[in-house]
């Protein structure tokens, strides 16, 4: 049991884990906000997905609350876009902190993906024109792609 411990110790120790661990804490921080932004615009444009949704004393007028609004639906598709690129960054990102990359490279890594995703999100809630949000998005999975490949590289046993 001891040893189990001391190995979880260095784990914690290890300075690449460590920045995977405050990068991938920035980035699903970001995604989880995106859920307010969502709620923050349903209710500022008065769009609810659910009758359950709507504020009391709307009576027979609740049903015009139940609408989709391109404000919201645009955060929402920020939002799915998050998970689709965040999950897979978490999974690939703590197998490559733990194949033992140079700290140097590994903070780039996070770096570059961490600031891709924000500014992805500026992007698309500003809308910036494109290929800002693109542009944004394809650097963001690039890097998840190369610690992906360093992972594959590192430890094959296909």
Known sequence: ??????????LIDNEVFRAYATY???VLLKMMLMSSITA??????KAFANPEDIPPGKGENAKKYLRTDTDVERVRRN????LENIVPFFGIGLLYALSGPELSTALLHFRIFAGARILHTIAYLT???????????????VVTISMAYKVLKTGLYL
Do not use: C
Request: charged share 20%; proline share 8%.
């Open 40 to 45: 923050y615009f349903r209710i500022r444009r």
């Open 127 to 141: 809308p910036l024109p494109q290929p800002g949000r693109g542009l944004s998005w394809a650097v963001g999975y």
């Open 79 to 82: 939002h799915l876009n998050d």
């Open 24 to 26: 991938a804490t920035i």
């Open 1 to 10: 049991r001891i040893a189990e411990m001391a190995k979880l110790t260095q």
